[in-house]
Each structure stands twice: as structure tokens, then as C-alpha cells.
């Protein structure tokens, strides 16, 4: 059976320019896709149908989940759609790029006021762009302040001083000058999807945000953040629950649907001739799915591996590529998890001992899994007794942003005592061989395992158990020395040393993420390599300034699809 | 049998004691430092007098050290702004109206005689600083986004200091309602600094000093240019130039150019526009 012919019309030809189309069909970020290509390219569940209609109401919601688990596609679809559907004004704001703001909290003694504006500047050009597309007349007021803030970001962004504003506008100000904006281009609501606005590294920029956020609440305006789990932390005055509903992005891979899910992704997405290539191994799809552990981004990723886009065209989807492309997809995973020793400098202790609780977890699934003779039911799940310390509860948290654990409920064993449920990431548990399938599985054995985890089956664990009894020693904040004496930091609030009485300077973590080198970005060490050795790129900031991908085109086996796949690591790296 | 007298004994008589004023006195001692790098100094021996363990333990130690801080930085707005009355003909113009006592022009040296203009000023006071930088250096710090969020904090400071000295940390109403706490009924509030409050109120006082004085050196430097007081040509700007750079120049902070001949250059040019018309 030619498989193609079950494929929708997206893909026939003189459809859309293939050439060109082929770059958006592996591209990442669902905020670079244009609105046919969003609608085209991303399959629709009924949990997202029913996400989309929380989404494009009223009311404030927090949409959560990882990197990659589709937050963006949600909120541009529910953008788009309220841009048609005349009753409310929609404004997509991104704020991904709030870290290149946090050298000026070293710089300006004004910078909590500067970023406020920012934010609030970012959702006036966010209206004002929507307004453009929906209205032949833009209010008058919105005329005049819109190309301001779009001036007065773009100059912040590129690390230019922070401009003198006319006015400063107040959150509710703000609101009620979209109240009037709404009314005035005749829409009876306002709706704000303010995407990337956990800025999870800042924590005067995160409360700063989320009493923003908090003030964007009337009977006409709603407004929907995307948060990441675990990490982000919310201002005294913001209650999560109470001021916003949240809502879970992350689709769950043991959803009944997800496979056929996964499977009508592949279909809408890749073009015949790519698809073609899965006739008769569609387990290798199946596979892939599961691996990507409900992230859509992971599942392009692995895709575009095991049929060689960019690399050799005539590459066949193999076993032994899928093995390869999951374990790949594992590294990632983990190489999210280890930027934070980056973006969190004094967290560093926490993250080594964040990767020792991965590596505990994949022996204690693999050695519990190893009991289970086929056929019987595996698991993925490890459950962590309770009260969980609260270092370790800091390190889940991180695992969760990362996407190596996601946290199920918790679960009562009587006098065994309450567990939380935790699931590893399922390319991290494939290429661990955490499900303990022996040596020569076959792909079904893995899918089927994979496919029919319970959430009742899981093994209990104890912190202790994990990590051995003295793993509180080892949860230290890192903090660094006096640059003068070199005498230890006495503590977090300490700005001066006790030694020498010499400042004790935080370093800009965005200036040190700018210029970190290429290694630090989850690449694959053969494009690290062929980067170093065909061009001069050699940090993060020599890639985002390689805009038109000239220099990263030199390199071997590099076309349009891992050029933009290297710049969206670079512009990840320095981003929340 | 009881004493008669005894019942106005409520506590211990006082006693002969005196001290001689000018014992506590020495030389002042000159220092080669710039204002601002003298304020690092001393704070940087101040500071560390206070661990963690003493200033949980000691209440009166976190205040004495704050006086000390809010000190220097007062210190510093002296020391500049009497560096600026003799360093600048426009500042000294605008100082030319001002009294000071007759005996100052014996006491003060010719390079630190502005001090006399401050005697009676406190310059524990973030008011009083933009109102004295506004009639002696002709700007405002309110207009300069930085430099206010930075005064503004230190106003809070001054608040506190003021609740230290006058009533031993005691808060009055007063107190509160200018630093923005709410008040409780029945639950009157004192002042206690923490090592980290400590070395925030420290923060405070040094943003406020570099605020001040890289925005003063600035408005100095225009205002030269705009007056045509400089040239663009260093054997003619040096005379000027250079004690007004060694003024504000911190050599602890290493930043920017590190001598005045250096960080003339880049100045020629926007002299030449300037003195062309075009800038």
C-alpha cells in the first residue's frame, strides 16, 4: 500500500513550494510557522479542542509544560483563531527574549521600571500588530503608542540604553486602555496569550511579571501565560488556582489517542516522498512517538534524523537509526537539564545531583523492570516517598522544566505511607534500557511496552535509597568567592566580603550565556565539530549574529533545516 | 529608722566627668583618593565589622554600622560637591551668592573652602542633595530615570537613619508612614539590621554614589561643551579637564579610560560638532 495516498491534499503538487516548505515542515517552533502552516501541520485531539476553547474564553489561565510540549501552537492557533472569529481582539506576545533585559538589573538602578514597561510595551505592539490585520482603523491613541513600544523594544533587546519614554504606562492603565481599544475596532473583548512568560531565571523578573499579569483582569480582558512546570515561582501577592486556572500543555503519551495522535502528525506533516519511506515500518513511527514522551518538537527532531533531512537525502528509516535518533533525543533531554548550570549558576550543585537522581531512577526502573518476564506489565513510573525534602523537591522541579520527569498524582499505600509518581522520559528509559527488554528486542516489544504502561504499576522509592544518606550535603547553593581575596561567600544576601570587605559582584547570567561556547548548545557533536572546523563561529552570540546563516551553511551536511535547527539552539540558550 | 531623704534616690548621682573636645581630634590626614574611591574604602573596613553571628546577637551594632554607612555617603556628597565648586567656573558661579562664615576662608584650604557651604547642611538627606545639585549644577536628578530609582532608595535609608539617631531605631508614625509600612495598633516597630539588610542599606548607599557621580561628571562634561569651555585640543582642555576627571575617576572601579588624556579623546569630536553648530 502506497502510504502517501492516505496523506491529505497539503503536500500535492503546485499545493505549497516544496523546496521552500520543507524547512517549515521540521521547524521547531510553532511561533515561526505562518497560520496555514499551523492549521495544515499540527493535528488536533479533542484535548486540544477543549484546551483551545479555555484558551480563547475568559478568564486567566496558566498554560504549562516543558520545552517543546506545544504551548506555542496552542496559543498561536487560539490567536489565530480569535483574529477570525470578530468577537474579541487577540495579542500574541512573546517573551522569550526577557534574559537579554537582565544585564541592565547590573546596569540601572531603574531596571525593575524598565523591564515593567518593557512587558507592558511588548502587549501595546502585540494588540497594535493584531489590530493592523483586523482593522482598516487603528484607535488613535494606539496609532501613536504602538510603533513607540515597538521602537522602544526593539532597542532594549539589542542591549541599546534603556530609551526615555514620554509616559510610563501603569498595568491598569494598560487595561483599560485595551478595554477601550477592543471597543473602539469593534470587538467586545480583549485576549492577551503572552507566551514564554515564566522567566524562570530572573526572580525579580518573574515576580515583576506576574504582578503584571495579575492586574490584566476584567469582565473584557483575559490574559493566558505559558509557564514551565516545576521551575517557576509566582509573586507573594499571584495564588495559582485562585487568580489563574492552570492548564496542562503536555500531551500525556499514556492518552488512548496518542498514538494515532503522533501517527496524523507524520501524515499532514511530511511530504510523500519522505513519507513514503516509513512503508512497512511504521513501527519505527510508533517508536519515535513514544520516545518523544508527548513532545511534539522531540518527535520533528527524531524524525528528520532517521530519514536524513539535511544529511543524505536517500537515507531509509532504520532501526538502528530510530535506536540512534532516541538516544540522541535522550541527550537533549539531558542537555536541557544541564544548561540550567548555566542560567542557574548558583544551582550548579543541584544539577550534578539532579543528573545522579536520573541515573538512580533509570537503575531502579531497569532493575525492578528486569522482575517482569515478558508480557508482563513494565513501567516507566518511579513513586518517591513523601514528605520529599526540600532540596530534592527543587531538583524535580527542574527535571520537570527540563522534561526528564513528569509528575503524575500521588498515590497512598496505607501505612507504607503517600507517594508522589514521577515518569521518566521515555527516550531516556529507551536508551537506558530502563524496560530491561534484553539484548535483542524487537521495536514492537519496546512500543507495546512503552504503549500498555499502567499507572498503577510503578516502584517505590526513598531519596535516601536514591542518592544515598548524605545527598543534603551535596544540595549546596555555589556560590562564588570574593573576586578579590578569594575568601568564601558567606552567604546569598552577602555584598561584600567579610575578609577583605571587597563588593562581591553577581555576573550578568545573560552576558555569560552570550558568550559561552558553541559546545554548550544540544547539538550533535558532529555539527559541534563541523561548526569549529569550517567556520569562525565560536560562541553563542557569533551564531545569533549569523542571522542570514551564511557562515553555518558552510559546513557539511548543513541546509536550511539544521541551520535553522543550530540558530533556535543558539537563540534557546540565551532565552527563558 | 528611715533616712528622709533616701526617697529621692531613684538612681545613682552623677558624678564629675568632662572631656577634653580635642583629645578626640587628629590631623585630618590628605587622601589621594577621589571622592568615590574613598567611599569604597571606607565601607569596605566598615562593612565586615559586622558578622552574621554579632548582628543577630547585638542590636545596637546593625544600627551603629548603618550611621556609619549613611555617613560616608554623606561624606561623599561633600567631598564631591566641594570638589565641584572648585573644579568648574559654572558651579563656581552658581556658588558665588552663597554665605558661608568668615572664619571658614582661614579654616578650609583653597581647594576644599565649598565646604563651607555645606556646614549647616544635612546631607543625610536625598532632598536635600537634588535641591543643592539643582542650584549648584544646574540639573535635575529627578529627570534621570536611574539616578531617581537610585535616590529614591536611599531616601528610604535616610528614613530609617533618621528613626536610628533621634530615637535609638524606635519607629514614630512619622517613620512609617514615609517608608510606606503599615501601621499596627498596639504594635509599635523598632529598627534591627540583619547582615543581609546591612549589606543592602551598604548597596544602597554605593548605587547612590555611583549614580550621582556618573551622572554629575556627565552633566559637568556637557555643560562645558555647551558652554564652549572646551576646545577639543588637550594642551588647551588639560588645565581643566584633568582635575575634573581625577574628581570623579575611580581607579578601584577600573572602568572606562584610565587617565584623563585618554578619556579627552573621544570627546574631540563631539567638541568639534559641537563647536561647529551641528551636535
Known sequence: MNLSAQQPAVWAAGTIDQDLALTAVFEERAENLSQDELWKWSAETDRDRALLVKLKGSGTKLLSGPRGSGKSTLLRKAYFALLEDGQALPAYVNFSRSLALEPLFHTNANAPQVFQQWLIRKMIAGVWEAVQLISSATPAALNQIGPESIDYIQRLETGQDPPKLPRLISPSELLLLLETWSKEVGRSRCVLFLDDAAHAFSPEQQRDFFEVFRALKSRHVAAKAAVYPGITSYSPYFHVGHEAEVLEAWYPPDDEAYLTTMRSIVQTRLPAALYDRFEGKTEIIDFLALASFGLPRGFLNMLSYVLGVDDNASVKPTRRNAERAVALQAESVRNIFSALRDKLPRLKNFVDVGLDLQRAVVHALRSFNSTKPPGREKTAVVAIAEPIPTEISRILGMAEYAGILRRGNSVSRGVKGVFQRYTLHYSIVLAENSLSLGKSYGLDDANRSLASTSAHAFVRVQVPGLLGPSFAERCTIDLAPCQKCQAPRISEDAKFCMRCGAELKDLSVYDELIHADIDKLPLTPNKIRGLKTHTSLRTVQDILLDQEAIQIRKVPYVGPIWSSRIQTAAQEYVSV | ?279
Not at chain 2, 574604602?41 to 554579632?54: D, F, H, K, N, R
Not at chain 2, 549589606?199 to 547612590?208: K, L
Not at chain 2, 556627565?218 to 579637564?241: C, Q, S
Request: charged share 20%; glycine share 6%.
Open chain 2, 1 to 279: 529608722m528611715s533616712d528622709p531623704e533616701r526617697w529621692k534616690d531613684v538612681c545613682e548621682s552623677e558624678r564629675s566627668v568632662s572631656l577634653d573636645a580635642a583629645s578626640v581630634c587628629r590631623p585630618l590626614r590628605a587622601t589621594p583618593l577621589s571622592p568615590i574611591d574613598n567611599f569604597y574604602a571606607y565601607i569596605s573596613t566598615l562593612v565586615p565589622l559586622g558578622t552574621e553571628e554579632q548582628l543577630s546577637n547585638n542590636d545596637a551594632l546593625g544600627k551603629a554600622l548603618m550611621l556609619g554607612i549613611v555617613s560616608a555617603t554623606e561624606h561623599y556628597f561633600r567631598s564631591i560637591l566641594s570638589g565641584l565648586i572648585h573644579a568648574c567656573p559654572v558651579v563656581r558661579g552658581r556658588a558665588a551668592s552663597q554665605t558661608i562664615p568668615f572664619g571658614a576662608l582661614g579654616y578650609y584650604s583653597r581647594e576644599s573652602i565649598g565646604l563651607a557651604i555645606f556646614e549647616h547642611v544635612s546631607l543625610a538627606d536625598a532632598r536635600e542633595i537634588q535641591k543643592l545639585t539643582s542650584k549648584l549644577l544646574g540639573f535635575q536628578v529627578e529627570q534621570e530615570n536611574s539616578a531617581k530609582a537610585a535616590f529614591l532608595e536611599f531616601d528610604k535609608l535616610c528614613q530609617i537613619r533618621h528613626a536610628a539617631i533621634h530615637s535609638r531605631g524606635d519607629l514614630s508614625l512619622k517613620n512609617l508612614q514615609e517608608l510606606g509600612i503599615a501601621a499596627n495598633a498596639g504594635n509599635p516597630l523598632a529598627i534591627h539590621f540583619e547582615l543581609s539588610s546591612l549589606h543592602a542599606s551598604a548597596s544602597i548607599c554605593q548605587n547612590v554614589v555611583r549614580a550621582y557621580n556618573r551622572l554629575a561628571y556627565r552633566k559637568t562634561v556637557e555643560g562645558w561643551i555647551g558652554e564652549r569651555l572646551l576646545t577639543g585640543n588637550w594642551a588647551h582642555d588639560k588645565i581643566m579637564f584633568a582635575p575634573l576627571f581625577e574628581l570623579f575617576h575611580s581607579r578601584k572601579d577600573a572602568r572606562g579610560y584610565p587617565n584623563s588624556y585618554l578619556a579627552h579623546r573621544p570627546l574631540s569630536s563631539i567638541i568639534a560638532r559641537a563647536l561647529s553648530g551641528a551636535g
